[in-house]
């Protein structure tokens, strides 16, 4: 048998994210938010090209990223729902990491393993941030595809784009379990 960590397991078994919206300050310093980006860093890249990037959104940051998200949603004709909806991560977030996909020009990486590269990077983060006893949740939306949204607030080129926005900070209630898949009508034994 191989040797087995077993604290570690049964943390990837009873992980949960935290509503973003139940998360408040304190969130991490510098060197704590070091940590995770390193720890999310360690993320398998097919060829080693490194398709991702991080951006930290501290508290300043989010009111003009929600004004942005206001902007962009009445430009493009949304309901209130949607704008409000897609400004709020911003409203009432204190500390985020936008985790960027980088294309990068390769012959033998197909961009789609960058991709998949990408949201690993988003969930290694999101693991790392609640493992340090962080409350942490993985957000996206339509902010986050609207091209100009991610032109004019994070300075992205056009080989970029926003796979998640990782909300960290100190959750101020539980929330309660929520069912989860039945793995025998999804799992195939060949």
Not at 10 to 31: G, I, M
Not at 144 to 157: C, Q, T, V
Not at 162 to 188: C, V, Y
Request: glycine residues 8%.
């Amino acid at each position: 048998m191989p040797d087995r960590n077993q604290q570690a397991l049964d943390f990837l078994l009873t992980r949960r994210s935290r509503p973003a919206k139940t998360l408040q300050p304190p969130v991490p310093d510098q060197d704590m938010l070091m940590q995770l980006l390193t720890a999310a860093a360690r993320t398998p890249d097919h060829g080693k090209l490194e398709p991702w990037r991080f951006i930290v959104i501290n508290t300043a940051a989010m009111l003009p990223l929600a004004a942005l998200a206001q902007q962009r949603g009445e430009a493009l004709g949304l309901e209130t729902e949607q704008i409000d909806k897609g400004r709020s991560q911003f409203d009432q977030g204190h500390l985020a990491v936008a985790v960027i996909e980088v294309r990068r020009e390769s012959e033998k990486i197909p961009a789609l393993e960058q991709t998949y590269s990408a949201g690993a990077v988003c969930l290694a983060l999101l693991n790392a941030a609640l493992a340090a006893g962080w409350g942490a949740n993985w957000l996206t939306g339509w902010p986050s595809h609207d091209r100009a949204f991610m032109r004019e607030g994070f300075g992205l080129d056009d080989h970029e784009r926003i796979a998640g926005i990782i909300h960290i900070g100190t959750e101020k209630s539980a929330p309660p379990e929520r069912p989860r898949p039945d793995l025998a009508g999804i799992t195939t034994w060949l």
